[in-house]
């Protein structure tokens, strides 16, 4: 059983009139799965990249969540999760009749099933595991946060840009999915909710995920 507490937090940046991170999140009995998404604020439909990108990779990978965790290779799940991405985003490009390049965003996801999860990570944002009193990285921006070198998931050789992890859950308490607006001012990993500066130009989002305990019954 599903036995997760999800929170969501966000900001909108000192210049903005709206938070545009999308996210998406199911959670039923069985499988908790979340997706978050910065669109790349200088492309024209980014926003539209990301609120796509999120829901529709939210629901692949909690619908296809046994056949991608059986996959003994990682790189192997990278390939299948890449080319479901790239054929979104092409998709896009004739709906919205414009590049690839206007529909940059990027993608945290987690999906938990039972004991297991799957982590997604194209772009900025990093996810944190839980340990006891410390935060643990489990993935982080594979090359940089700034806008001419971020990784997005509209570019080409998304393979070689996608990072995905599977493992199991009993050693974490929490994950934590957040964007680079946030985790670029948080103090330390392990206390986020403490900002070296008031509040940044960038909006953020800060998604939690709390193992909730079992209630014992009498």
Known sequence: MNNYQVDVQTSKG??????????NIKQDEHILSVSLSDGASNRRYSDWGAEIISYSMNTYISENFE???????ISRMQRIIAVRIDN?????????????????????????????????????????????????????????????????????????????????????HAFFL??????????????????????KDDDSTLISLYKQKKKVKR
């Open 178 to 199: 957040m964007t680079d607006g946030w985790h670029t001012r948080m103090s330390s990993i392990n206390n986020i909710y403490k900002f070296n500066t008031l509040e």
């Open 67 to 73: 056949l991608l965790y059986r996959e003994n290779s």
């Open 88 to 172: 979104l985003i092409e998709q896009m490009t004739k709906i919205f009749s414009t590049e690839r390049s206007q529909l940059g965003t990027t993608l945290l996801h987690i999906s938990i099933k039972a004991d297991r999860f799957i982590i997604v990570n194209i772009g900025d944002g990093i996810i944190l595991g839980k340990k006891t009193d410390q935060n643990e990285i489990l993935s982080r921006p594979r090359n940089g946060i700034c806008n001419n070198v971020t990784d997005l998931c509209s570019q080409i050789e998304l393979n070689n840009r996608i990072q995905v992890l599977k493992g199991y859950t009993k050693d974490y």
């Open 14 to 23: 000192l210049n903005r009139s709206k938070n545009r991170d999308k996210y």
